[in-house]
């Protein structure tokens, strides 16, 4: 979503260069407060939601999952998508958590939502903790989900592989940072 203030840059239009099933690469042209005219690269993107499920001994259920941008096993937190028309936020995020990870939340609490790198795609995740969860058959759509494994990490061995470089996945990083920050805010309430 753009800011209303936009500091005196104005978006002129944009040609589509690609199209795909899910993104579409466009370039678009802007003129600065100066009057210069000038082109930027964009992806257009569908948007997409995140789930923090977050287990009563407070582990996180997180995914292992091969990502052939990066041509490597990722570690992340489940994920997807607004590709079904009509579907809202919150029940992509639940739609996701089952197919993904086998599970459903009694509770969804939403965490927030970002850009994901506003320098070249308008992406846009909404975060959301899941509790209450039980556990049910995987509903996997795609070859890297059914060769994706999932398992059960507390949140402090989490930031321990973060800082050891094994857990790189930004959408995971902030959404579990939000939940941190929550779980906090929670104790010091108590």
């Given at each position: 979503?753009?800011?209303?203030?936009?500091?005196?840059?104005?978006?002129?239009?944009?040609?589509?260069?690609?199209?795909?099933?899910?993104?579409?690469?466009?370039?678009?042209?802007?003129?600065d407060?100066?009057?210069?005219?000038f082109?930027?690269?964009?992806?257009?993107?569908?948007?997409?939601?995140?789930?923090?499920?977050?287990e009563?001994?407070?582990?996180?259920?997180?995914?292992?999952?091969?990502?052939?941008?990066?041509?490597?096993?990722?570690?992340?937190?489940?994920?997807?998508?607004?590709?079904?028309?009509?579907?809202?936020?919150?029940?992509?995020?639940?739609?996701?958590?089952?197919?993904?990870?086998?599970?459903?939340?009694?509770?969804?609490?939403?965490?927030?939502?970002?850009?994901n790198?506003?320098?070249?795609?308008?992406?846009f995740t909404?975060?959301?903790?899941?509790?209450?969860?039980?556990?049910?058959?995987?509903?996997?759509?795609?070859?890297?989900e059914?060769?994706?494994?999932?398992?059960?990490?507390?949140?402090?061995?989490?930031?321990?592989?973060?800082?050891?470089?094994?857990?790189?996945?930004?959408k995971?990083?902030?959404?579990?940072?939000?939940?941190?920050?929550?779980?906090?805010?929670?104790?010091?309430?108590?």
């Amino acid at each position: 979503m753009p800011s209303p203030d936009r500091n005196g840059f104005r978006f002129l239009g944009e040609r589509t260069r690609y199209e795909g099933s899910f993104i579409r690469l466009a370039t678009g042209t802007f003129l600065d407060p100066s009057g210069y005219t000038f082109e930027r690269d964009l992806v257009r993107h569908l948007g997409a939601v995140c789930v923090v499920p977050l287990e009563a001994d407070g582990s996180v259920i997180m995914l292992r999952q091969y990502r052939g941008a990066v041509d490597a096993i990722v570690l992340e937190i489940p994920a997807g998508k607004l590709d079904v028309p009509g579907e809202d936020v919150e029940a992509a995020a639940r739609r996701e958590l089952l197919e993904e990870a086998g599970v459903t939340a009694s509770t969804l609490t939403l965490l927030g939502s970002f850009h994901n790198s506003p320098g070249f795609t308008d992406e846009f995740t909404t975060c959301f903790l899941a509790e209450g969860l039980t556990h049910l058959e995987r509903e996997h759509h795609g070859i890297e989900e059914e060769h994706m494994t999932v398992e059960a990490i507390p949140l402090d061995a989490l930031w321990r592989m973060q800082a050891r470089g094994e857990l790189t996945d930004g959408k995971s990083i902030v959404a579990l940072s939000l939940v941190d920050r929550l779980l906090r805010s929670r104790a010091a309430s108590s």
